[in-house]
Each structure stands twice: as structure tokens, then as C-alpha cells.
């Protein structure tokens, strides 16, 4: 069978036989991919022109919606997924973690929209004011890029690699041309067929390319992103093509490395916290037999605990059965293929050099339901390092498969050090209950590890583990790692987005974006707003509202009613010393007595209040003083109906500014309502 790339909205296999791939379990070969006769130029050309400007052309709001639809379908067509998934040598819940992570990467993403305005492009930030009448600002405006996503992903997660980049970049605008490593590509072309097949996404938004992608790079552009998952040495040779340094190409790296767990002192046997390290170390020594970027590769533990954690680690790997994933009972499966047996087998005889292996054996082995020699088996391999500032190979060698070291610290400090001399990694991990030392070590080996795991018996029900990226957190580290990031939520996003200042007056800002800027001209439709559909309602619309004087006597039945009898707002003898020159109102009251003001009470459009944001008191309001609000839509976010009974709505965002006699602003607030559409279809 040919695998098929997909290009320029038509599958096409290669012009010749290009490389053999093999079932990893048994040795069969089972396809072969070939990208020869791929125009890359075009292919990018077609991005940047068809796909791009599809998804430009949309709002954030219905690129979310696109994702959600897209991951509801790919859960629809999943048991395939898991049946091509068993020949890259993955186990049941191997593949879970690449199918299904993946999947809900595009649900996280689809549910971030809700962070975005309704528009093509978002802010980022608040307004600078750049003059002392407050007529000249600034703000920035983040537009998607109008160039193409490449994402060069590695063999270890054919599906989760490619969506939860995707995920990332089609919610922003930009259009995708993935790449995923040859040798499981079978997996990853299984499931484009589907998202092509479904034609949720328009047409030119996603590319594929089986085969070698080598010369594309000769193509990028200036808009363009390059991501790559793999090997430190093959992205820093990717990272130095002379196009990407020519163009300003970002260039986002995430490599393998040399990821730790340490122990703490007080987790000693008989503990919870010394269970659950052993329990996390094995796990992430055999889940996807050790071809993850983030698996554990150095073990880091107290000098005295030693023999006890090689003991009871040992003996959790003793009961880790490898085999078929079909044959019940088996726990691991086999490498992605002979060539990853052959580098793992080489790197283990580096490391025997310097370090001495407690548990496993290349040769000898059982396997379950396959012939090892045929499949890419191997053993769990621990080593343990008793000197490890002195023998250092383990902080420079790594095998990617099921290989880890045990190595002794004496001091915290010097368990900070040894995670450091990884050179920095995507992540670590500190198993221990006592919160000081969790501190210490979080504190002293930040920066050089991407993301930190603080694991104990309060959080490791529900902990996703040491090796789990998250969507909403940054997936990326230091040094080694490859100084990359991505994912991370809303941040992930802005990597794929131009971010471009704006300077102008609040009104003409206020137009450009969407977004009402403070001091912007009011618009006054002669109605008030909450008798106006979601639809109807305009930015910069504003209602000016009667007047409030505020009485001592407000004061003192807020205080009763509320149960703040806080002293600056009922004993006047209490105020020397502080900024107050008098009994001051509650801020909560000016709020809940601005909302007496703007609200409107007959039932109309405005279905409920759905929050407060950024709220602040900026001014002291004393007894006798007259307070107003000006009422100012501020900003629209569209939502869609759940299912058809539901009522056809949006969310408004309302500036309220109160203010004194004076004209000065004491008060500012933006509240959001739900607001029910003229339009229910």
C-alpha cells in the first residue's frame, strides 16, 4: 500500500516506491510513503492563498466553533484510529493518550474562543494613555499571520502531535501544511483523510506530506511559522537554514530531553508520597515504551534511599508485561520500529560505560504474543549512577525508549544542581509533602525546565502525571529542550498572530477594534440600551444616567444590610492616619447604587447579568456627594445556540463609569449581560 499525501486539495502518492514502513509488533511491511513529485512552493502558494484566506475571512468565533465540530467528528471515527494505531507498536492506552489527547487538545481550543471577541482579529493588552488630555492613545491589535504553518512532528505521537498544533494555529487564522515523521505517518494519514472527508475544515486549511519534506524550507516566507517536534540535533540543523534567518521566519523547537523526577527527603517508605514516585517513574518509564519528550530520564533521589527506591522500582517493572497490545495482560508494547531498537540499544551501551544497569537486559527477555525478534522489543532498562557530577553521561546521553538512572542527591541544593545539569528540559517533577522543600526546588530549578510538576498525596488522584502536557499550560523549555513554547492556552494562539500597535484618538481606536476605548465619543440612540437586541446594540452606545446623592444614612443601612461594618465607613473617631478625611461609602454601594442608576426594570432583551471584570473604587465618595454613570457597550461576544430549543443570545460587555459632582470618575467597572437576539433562527 502507498500512503498519500494531500496537496493543493487533491491525494496523490509519490512518484517512486520511496521508504518501507513495518508493523512495529511483528516486522511486516505495511506500506511505503513518498513525497517525490510534491511541489512544496506550490503547496505553501495554496496555504497562504486559498486556506489562509478562508480562515481569515472568519471570526474567532466561528473558527472555534469549526474546532468543536471537527473534534466531535473525530470522536465519531476513534476505534479506527485505535486499530491503525496498534501497528506503531502502541498499547490500548498509549494510543488513548495520543488519539484521544489529541482530540481534546481541538475541544480545549474550540472552548477558548470564548476569551476572543467576535471579530477577525483580537487586542492584546489595555489602552496606554499617551497624552495628558487623554485624546491621544495607544493600544495593540493582533491580526493573523498571512503565511503557513509547517509543523515537522516526530513518530512518538503521529495523532496528538499534529492536532495539537493545529488546534492552535486554526484558531488563529493560519493555515497548516504537517509533516509528520515517516515512519508512523500511516497513522497520521489515517485520521487526515477524515478531517479532509469531513470538509468541516475550507479547503487549503490543512496539508499533508507522507514522505521526506526535505527542501521546503528553501520556500518560507516571512509570515510564516516553522514548528518542530524531534531530535536537538536535527532541530538545530533546521533552525539554521539560511531562508528562516533570511525572512524573520519564527522558528519554534521542541526537543527531547533529558527530563527528572526527584524524590524528596521526607518522602521515605511507608509514605504515600514514596509510592506515588514509584508508581510515576514506572508509568512514565514504559508508557509508550519511553518514546515520549517528557518521559523521566534521570531519577533523582535522596543518598540514604537509594537501595530502597532501586528495590521497590525494580520490582514494579518486574510485574510490566511487554508484548502485543492484543494479547490481554500485555502493558507495554513494542518501539515505533527496528531503526529506534537499534539507536535505544546503542545508547544504553554508551551509557553502561559510566553507570552500571540494576534492572534489564537488551537480550534477555520475555515477550507475550509476538516473536521479539521480529517485532521492536526491548526491556526496561534502570541504571544507577553513584556519582553523578563525576560520571556524567547521563546528563548528556539520551536513550529514547524505556531507559532511565537512578542517581543520589545529599541536599536539596544539590538535587537543584543535578536537575540543572540536564542543560534544561520540557519538564520535571519533585514527589514530596512537605511544601518548603517543594518551594526551594521549584524556586532553584525554574529556569531551566519548562514546566514543574509539585506531586503529593493531596493532588495524585487527579494529577494527569508527569508526562502529560496540558493545552492551557506551555508545552516547550530552556536549553537542551529547544528554547520553544506552544500551546499555553490563549498565549499559544498569539505565536501565529502579528501583534501591531495602534496610536490614534479613543474614538477612531474604538472603531478600528470593536472594543469601546475610555474617552471615546458616546453614541446616544435616544433609547436605553437594555430595550435594545443584541443585534440592534452598537459600540460606544452609552446612556447618561439620572444623578444620586449619597446620604450618611445610605451609608449606615449598606453597612446593616451587607454586614460591612468595616471602620472607615461607620466611626469617624478611627480615621486619623488614613487617607480618609471622613466616613467614605462602601465601594460595593456606589457599585450596587450605580446599577439602581443604569438598569432598566421592565423585562426586555437583557436575559441576565453574567458577571463583573475589572473593577476598581479610584476615589473616595463622602456623604453629600452626587454620583452618576455613564453606561457604555463596550464590547459584543457572539455565542451560538447549544441545541435548537435554545434562546438565540449574546454577551455584552458594558463599561460603567461613575462619576462625581465633579466629573472625576470613582468608580469603573465593565459587567456583562446576556443578551437575547432579535433573530431566533
Known sequence: MKLQNYAQGKWTSGLDEGQTLFNAINGDAIATASSKGLDFAEMMNYARKVGGSSLRKMTFQERGRMLKA????????KELFYKVSWATGATKSDSWVDIEGGIGNLFTYA????????????????????????????????????????????????????????????????????KPATVTSFLTEAVVKEIVASKILPEGSLQLICGSANGILDFVESQDVVTFTGSASTGMMLKAHPRLIQEAVPFNMEADSLNCCVLGEDAIPGTPEFDIF????????????????????????????????????????????????????????????????????????????????????????????ADKNKGAFISPILFLNTDPFKNQDCHNIEAFGPVSTIMPYKTISEAIELAKLGKGSLVCSIITADDGIAREFVIGAACMHGRILVLNADCAKESTGHGSPMPLLTHGGPGRAGGGEEMGGKRGVFHYLQRTAIQGS????????????????????????????????????????AKHKVTLENIEAFAELSGDKFYAHMDENSLEGTIFSGRVAHGYYILSRAAGLFVDAPKGPVLLNYGIDECRFTKPVYPGAEIGVRFTCKEKIDQEKKDENDIAKGIVKWLVDVYDETGETVAIATILTMVKKQNQD
Not at 534511599?305 to 518486574?318: F, H, P, S, Y
Not at 458616546?522 to 452609552?542: V, W
Open 506 to 545: 479613543p474614538t477612531t481606536l474604538s472603531k478600528i477594534m470593536g472594543q469601546y476605548q475610555y474617552g471615546g465619543k458616546y453614541i446616544d440612540k435616544g433609547i436605553h440600551p437594555f430595550k435594545r437586541y443584541f443585534e440592534e446594540l452598537e459600540i460606544g452606545e452609552t446612556l447618561i444616567t
Open 278 to 369: 514509584i508508581k510515576e517513574v514506572q508509568r512514565e518509564m514504559t508508557t509508550k515504551a519511553g518514546q515520549k519528550c517528557t518521559a523521566i530520564r534521570r531519577i533523582i533521589v535522596p543518598e540514604n534511599l537509594v537501595e530502597d527506591v532501586q528495590i521497590a522500582l525494580g520490582k514494579r517493572l518486574a510485574t510490566t508485561v511487554i508484548g502485543d497490545p492484543n494479547v490481554e495482560g500485555v502493558r507495554m508494547g513494542a518501539l515505533a520500529g527496528k531503526s529506534q531498537l537499534k539507536e535505544v540499544a546503542e545508547k544504553v551501551m554508551q551509557l553502561a560505560k559510566s553507570q552500571k544497569i540494576v534492572f534489564g537486559d537488551l537480550e534477555n527477555f520475555e515477550v507475550l504474543g
Open 70 to 77: 471537527l473534534a466531535l467528528h473525530l470522536q465519531t471515527k
Open 111 to 178: 472552548s477558548l474562543r470564548r476569551q476572543f471577541p467576535n471579530e477577525t482579529f483580537c487586542y492584546d493588552g489595555d489602552a496606554a494613555k499617551l497624552s495628558k488630555g487623554g485624546t491621544f492613545i495607544g493600544n495593540h491589535i493582533c491580526v493573523p499571520k498571512e503565511g503557513v504553518a509547517i509543523h515537522i512532528n516526530a513518530f512518538n505521537f503521529p495523532v496528538w502531535g499534529m492536532l495539537e498544533k493545529i488546534a492552535v494555529n486554526l484558531l488563529a487564522g493560519v493555515p497548516a501544511i504537517v
